[in-house]
């Protein structure tokens, strides 16, 4: 009974030992920069889901002409695997989630300046101040309410009147949600540090409910655990798209007068500068802020088109430029980690 | 018969050094092994020490350190509770469907920390913080003190118990004063593993929002993307965790383990239950639901709540085929790295043997991502045409999953008799038929559970396979990954099932073995 298995382990032991063996020898023929030998396909590194973005990207190939090879990851990881791979970087394409993973790497130097005609398809306030990076889609912090429980008119206007009395016990966020730090973040910089902490304090001892995700959050709004949540924009369209209007039982309030509750969040993407993609990459650009790909993103991911002259045709969606969003220069935003620490001093994460 | 008695008596001398035969590979796995130290220290350098000095100095730091050992403290605890019981009542006693609980206890190693803390943070929101993150890890990670416990169990000469009761011991002091000592290697083994699985642990946490040491370097990653901090954070972990392996070698002691009787030892007689059998049936059932049957609970209700279900199978079959190959692979590479490391740590006790099994250990507190860019480093500077290639992920499993394999392997040798060795080579047999034609033979089901082990853990790591994969290749970890991220959590159970059956197949393999 026990010889055949030792035997059986005897080979296993031999294939595990020529394998690094192998890897030894393969590694001997340094070759230089994939970008140089003829090898013209673009890799695009995606820190957006594959969910969610695939099918474009599928189109993404057509139109540039060349093989396309999607790596999907977190978009924090995939900027520290890039900024790790230095400039023998297998990427060609930086497609992130948000704007801060994009700024760490132009903060390092290695995305290649945009043409000025592609930076201008998008507002200022939406892309890189120097030039390195630009937003292809918005999403709006928005408050999501339960109707059997607030009157339409009663919701608040402004996320500093969630942590009134009135709504004690009625708040639901998702504290370690990207998006909701990066509403922090946004408060510290409209407002400062110690209004914020204020903030937070109150919104806390308020006994606002936290949850795992946004998702969740709306799920609490639904089930009326909660009144309020705080969340994206596009999940109530998603869950509208998948479920029915009529079988969602929240609504949405997007928040007038540049309240910093009614910060917007982008995606976007930048150009690896040492690549030896990046003729190829700067067509990618050009696609995805096509009107093809920009409406893409309103439809299919619910999100805002930031070109200039695609709208969404989302229904009761509110159109981009009647938002009164608060002016932030979301380079600004990369101070995330200040923002942790006070939501870890107040306890919320 | 009676010379089984004088078991615990022998000592494990100092002995010769290991042969070139085993310290040769041996130290190949352990500079293995060392890569992401190599990584860390100029990382965390880059700054100057002075730098990386003021991150670890910082009053936070410690106040992290104190959470995460005292998760760590409790997990182990609970888990040495739970796999030491499951083990005994499935290996020794007469308890209905046995070798059924057997496998089941296993398969909770499959369930990912972050789809039990998902699960469990679903049904009681309440849960979130310290209770739900020890809840959610000690069901995941008991399996790492069950398995070598169970395996310890079958390898016990059962003459030392029968010779204990014969003298006048009640089941319960024969079990406290002669089983357990024996098992003491395993369980501190084990033990050890559930320690620095709890402290590298990032999924589980993060869900319970539960501030530990690893969420803390997740965010210097995530927030500044900063490696210097997150680098500084890091030699902590490794500091952490040399203590905690020099901490589990002294429980040692140096009493061996190994049966010296003539013949072969006889099974075990399993012992009845008798009005402990209900009881004994419950406590099994209620591991079991709480850390099986509740998951793929969820998965169920998950499939049937959500929309964006699809039952691609042919898909599904893919990755599962694609996660079985290089789990394989991973396993086959790791135990082959760990079994020169194992014997040496079982059967020679000089500072350089004890070096070498530290060595193996050192890394593996370490969180999935901060060791994937440490490949990500080398393989890019000195094997970059392997980079993003299969074999690099392989050797990332190897590096990250060595001492489960060294932990089983070690256990596995220090039961078989070395005095067995000593007659072999006194026949004139070298070092290396010793090795083949006696250790492993005799080692081998423990080496083979330390494999399966492996192999599961492969399956469902994740930080890693996400950036070190071929571009384009899935397994079912990246794909529920995927899934749960859309937040297509009817789409995403399917992979996770999968994952969960697809470990049931070593685990059973395993139970079918001991007959």
């Known amino acids: 009974m026990r010889r055949p298995l030792a035997g059986r382990i005897t080979a296993l032991v031999a294939a595990g030992l020529l394998l690094p063996a192998l890897a030894a020898c393969g590694s001997d023929d340094d070759k230089s920069s994939p970008g140089e030998g003829g090898d013209s396909a673009l890799v695009i590194y995606s820190g957006r889901n594959e969910k969610l973005v695939k099918p474009i990207l599928d189109k993404l190939e057509k139109a540039v002409g060349t093989k396309v090879e999607v790596r999907y990851g977190d978009s924090a990881e995939l900027a520290a695997q890039i900024l790790e791979e230095g400039d023998r970087t297998k990427a060609g394409l930086f497609f992130s989630q948000d704007a801060g993973a994009l700024g760490a790497l132009a903060k390092e130097g290695m995305l290649a300046k945009l043409p000025q005609e592609q930076l201008d398809k998008v507002d200022k306030a939406y892309r890189s101040a120097d030039g390195d990076w630009v937003g292809l889609s918005g999403r709006a912090r928005v408050i999501a309410y339960n109707p059997d429980q607030v009157a339409e008119g009663d919701v608040p206007d402004s996320v500093h009147d969630v942590v009134k009395p009135e709504w004690k016990g009625k708040v639901g966020f998702a504290p370690t949600n990207a998006s909701f730090q990066a509403f922090v973040t946004g408060m510290r910089v409209l407002e400062g540090d110690d209004a914020t902490r204020e903030w937070l304090k109150a919104l806390k001892d308020n006994g606002a409910k936290t949850y795992a995700h946004n998702l969740a959050t709306l799920d609490g709004v639904e089930a009326g655990e909660v009144s309020l949540g705080l969340v994206n924009h596009y999940y109530w369209y998603e869950r509208v798209a998948e479920k029915g209007e009529d079988k969602v039982n929240s609504k949405l309030h997007f928040l007038p007068g540049k309240d910093p509750g009614a910060l917007i969040n982008v995606a976007g993407a930048g150009v690896l500068k040492d690549s030896g993609q990046s003729e190829t990459a700067q067509k990618a650009v050009d696609f995805l802020l096509s009107e093809e790909a920009q409406t893409y993103f309103a439809d299919k991911t619910m999100e805002y088109p930031l070109a200039a002259g695609v709208t969404s045709t989302v229904e009761g969606l509110p159109p981009f430029d009647s938002l009164e969003s608060p002016d932030i220069d979301l380079g600004k935003l990369e101070s995330l980690q200040e923002t942790l620490a006070m939501l870890q001093d107040v306890g919320l994460v | ?515």
């Open chain 2, 1 to 515: 018969m009676q010379k089984a008695l004088g078991a615990r008596s022998f000592r494990i001398a100092a002995g010769p050094r290991p042969p070139l035969v085993l310290l040769v590979p041996a130290c190949v796995a352990a500079l293995f092994a060392l890569l992401p130290l190599g990584y860390l220290a100029v990382r965390a350098l880059e700054r100057g020490p002075g730098y990386a000095w003021d991150v670890v100095a910082d009053e936070r730091t410690l106040h992290l350190l104190g959470r995460s050992l005292g998760l760590t403290a409790v997990v182990v605890a609970a888990s040495l509770v739970l796999g030491v019981s499951l083990a005994w009542l499935t290996v020794r006693t007469a308890l209905p469907g046995a070798r059924a609980w057997s496998v089941l206890a296993t398969l909770p190693l499959a369930v990912p920390s972050y789809v039990a803390a998902f699960a469990w943070l679903s049904a009681a929101p309440g849960l979130a913080g310290f209770a739900g993150a020890a809840l959610a890890l000690t069901l995941v990670s008991f399996p790492y003190v069950h398995l070598p416990v169970a395996a310890a169990l079958r390898g016990i000469d059962p003459a030392q118990e029968e010779a204990s009761r014969s003298l006048g011991h009640g089941p319960a002091a024969t079990f406290l004063r002669v089983t357990l000592p024996q098992l003491r290697p395993a369980a501190a083994g084990g033990g050890l593993l559930v320690a620095l699985y709890v402290l590298s642990d990032f999924g589980a946490v993060s869900l319970m929002r539960y501030d530990t040491f690893t969420r803390a370097i997740h965010t210097s990653y995530r927030a500044s993307f900063d490696r210097t901090p997150a680098a500084a954070l890091s030699v902590v972990l490794v500091v952490m965790t040399v203590a905690l392996v020099a901490a589990e070698a002294r429980t040692r002691g140096r009493a061996g383990h190994a049966r010296t009787g003539t013949g072969t030892a006889r099974p075990a007689v399993p012992m009845a239950l008798g009005r402990w059998g209900p009881p004994a049936l419950l406590w099994c059932g209620a591991v079991v639901a709480v850390a099986i049957v509740f998951p793929l609970g969820t998965l169920a209700y998950w499939l049937t709540a959500g929309s964006s279900a699809t039952w691609d199978l042919g898909a599904i079959a893919d990755t599962a085929w694609a996660t079985l190959t290089v789990a394989a692979a991973g396993a086959a590479l790791t135990t082959a790295l760990a079994l020169p490391v194992g014997v040496i740590a079982a059967r020679h006790r000089g500072r350089g043997a004890r070096l070498l099994e530290q060595a193996a250990y050192a890394g593996h507190a370490l969180p999935g991502i901060t060791v994937a860019l440490s490949l990500v480093f080398f393989a890019v500077r000195y094997a970059y045409p392997l980079y993003q290639q299969l074999p690099l992920l392989v050797c990332a499993y190897a590096v990250l999953f060595l001492p489960v394999a060294v932990a089983a392997t070690r256990a596995a040798v220090l039961q078989a008799p070395p005095v067995l060795e000593d007659v072999a080579r006194s026949l004139g047999r070298r070092p290396w038929q010793v090795l083949r034609e006696v250790t492993v033979p005799l080692a081998a089901p423990g080496v083979a559970a330390g494999a399966a082990l492996t192999f599961v853990v492969c399956m469902k790591e994740l930080p890693a396979t996400l950036l070190l994969r071929p571009t384009g290749m899935d397994t079912l970890a990246t794909r529920l990954w995927t899934e749960t991220g859309a937040g297509s959590f009817a789409a995403a159970a399917p992979y996770a099932a999968a994952l969960i059956l697809l470990a049931a197949v070593p685990s059973y393999l395993l139970g079918r073995h001991r007959t």
